[in-house]
C-alpha cells in the first residue's frame, strides 16, 4: 500500500514568511510524528499526535511554529516568520499504535522528508 | 548504494544481563553515526552520536557504542540491562550529503 507522504517535496521562503508542510500518513495509523533533520545533525523531535488525545508539542523550538492534524488524519506543520536556522528537512513518520505491547505497534514509517530553504 | 543493517530483529535478555546490538552500515565516504531509541508510545530519541574522535562514544542510560571504521560497525552496547531498556533501538547515518538513513530496528524485551 501507499506510504507515507509529503508536500512539498522542497521548498525555498524568503525570512520572514510563513510556510505549511503536509504530511499524509499511512490509513489508518493513529500516531502521527514530525521531527526535523538540520544539516550535519540527527533527527530532532518536534510533535507528536496519537488519536484523539492532545498532542505532545515538547519539541516544538518556538511559539513560531505549529501543527495540527485535521479527523485524525493528514497533519499541516505551520512555520510562522521562517528564520534562515529554520532550514532544515521536515520528516514526518506514522505508526500503527493499536496497543501497548506488541513489535509492529510503534514502528513508525518516515515519509520522503520535505527540505525547506529559508534564504 | 548506502544502507544501514540491523541483523537482530529481536531480543530478549533477562535483567542484568550484558546488551550487544549490531549495526553495519555500507557507505564510502565519512559517515556520522547514531542510535536511537524509542520507547513504547514515544518518539525516537537521541541515545549517543559520533562525529569524530574517540571511537568509543558513551551515551545516556549506561549505553555505550563503539565506532570500527574497518568493519564499518557501530554496536551498541550496555553491561547491564533493566526492564526500563524494553523498547525499540535504531542505528543511523548521516552522509556528506546531509541524507539520514536508518536501519530497520531491533526490538529489545528486558524480562524481569
Known amino acids: 500500500g501507499a506510504g507515507v507522504s509529503q508536500s512539498p517535496s522542497n521548498k525555498v521562503t524568503e525570512k520572514g514568511k510563513d510556510v505549511e508542510l503536509r504530511c499524509d500518513p499511512i490509513s489508518g495509523h493513529t500516531a502521527l510524528y514530525w521531527y526535523r533533520q538540520s544539516l550535519g545533525q540527527g533527527l530532532e523531535f518536534l510533535i507528536y499526535?496519537?488519536?484523539?488525545?492532545?498532542?505532545?508539542k515538547s519539541g516544538l523550538p518556538s511559539d513560531r511554529f505549529s501543527a495540527e492534524r485535521t479527523g485524525g488524519s493528514v497533519s499541516t506543520l505551520t512555520i510562522q516568520r521562517t528564520q534562515q536556522e529554520d532550514s532544515a528537512v521536515y520528516l514526518c513518520a506514522s505508526s500503527p499504535r493499536q496497543g501497548l505491547a506488541g513489535a509492529s505497534t510503534d514502528t513508525q514509517y518516515f515519509g520522503p522528508g520535505t527540505r525547506l530553504t529559508v534564504l | 548504494a548506502q544502507s544501514v543493517s540491523q541483523h537482530n530483529h529481536h531480543v530478549i535478555l533477562s535483567e542484568a544481563a550484558s546488551l550487544e546490538l549490531g549495526c553495519n552500515y555500507s557507505y564510502g565516504g565519512t559517515v556520522n553515526l547514531f542510535w536511537y531509541v524509542q520507547y513504547p508510545g514515544q518518539h525516537l530519541q537521541l541515545l549517543l552520536k559520533?562525529?569524530?574522535?574517540?571511537?568509543l562514544v558513551k551515551g545516556i542510560k549506561g549505553f555505550e557504542a563503539e565506532f570500527i571504521k574497518s568493519k564499518f560497525s557501530f554496536n551498541l552496547r550496555k553491561p547491564s540491562v533493566q526492564w526500563s531498556d524494553t523498547a525499540e533501538y535504531f542505528c543511523?547515518?548521516?552522509?556528506?550529503?546531509?541524507?539520514?538513513?536508518f536501519g530497520t530496528g531491533t526490538r529489545l524485551t528486558v524480562i524481569p
Open positions: 559520533y562525529f569524530s574522535g574517540d571511537p
Open positions: 543511523a547515518i548521516l552522509t556528506g550529503a546531509n541524507n539520514l538513513f
Open positions: 499526535f496519537q488519536g484523539n488525545s492532545a498532542p505532545d
